[in-house]
């Protein structure tokens, strides 16, 4: 089971914390992803962190503003978005596939499980 948090309402330039707890799996030995789907278009992907190779993925859209992270005692990843810019709105979803993809956790069809959603908007 994933469950998001700490989506919210937010001003541009501004900063957000996403958590995704985690039961079931380890996050250190799972591949995360972090995507998000604005309305009308597709789910894109943000961000993804393999397991025990350590391979770290950010579109290049939030690189150098966001940062992912896991704690391994909590068994939950982060994604830490700072200066948001409007066209961050969208709703945020965690995956995760309980192998490791490496390169691969760019694609969202890796994923077996996902969780529901928060949503992040972004404006003034």
């Known amino acids: 089971q994933l469950v998001e948090s700490g989506g919210g309402l937010v001003e541009p330039g501004g900063s957000l914390t996403l958590s995704c707890a985690v039961s079931g799996f380890s996050v250190d030995y799972s591949s995360i992803g972090w995507f998000r789907q604005a309305p009308g278009k597709e789910r894109e992907g943000v961000s993804c962190?393999?397991?025990?190779?350590?391979?770290?993925h950010y579109a290049d859209s939030v690189k150098g503003r966001f940062t992912i992270s896991r704690d391994n005692a909590k068994n939950t990843v982060y994604l830490q978005m700072n200066s948001l810019k409007p066209e961050d709105t969208g709703v945020y979803y965690c995956a995760l596939e309980p192998n490791q993809l490496g390169r691969l956790c760019r694609d969202r069809n890796g994923y077996l499980f996902w969780g529901q959603g928060t949503q992040v908007t972004v404006s003034s």
């Open positions: 962190i393999s397991s025990s190779d350590g391979y770290v």
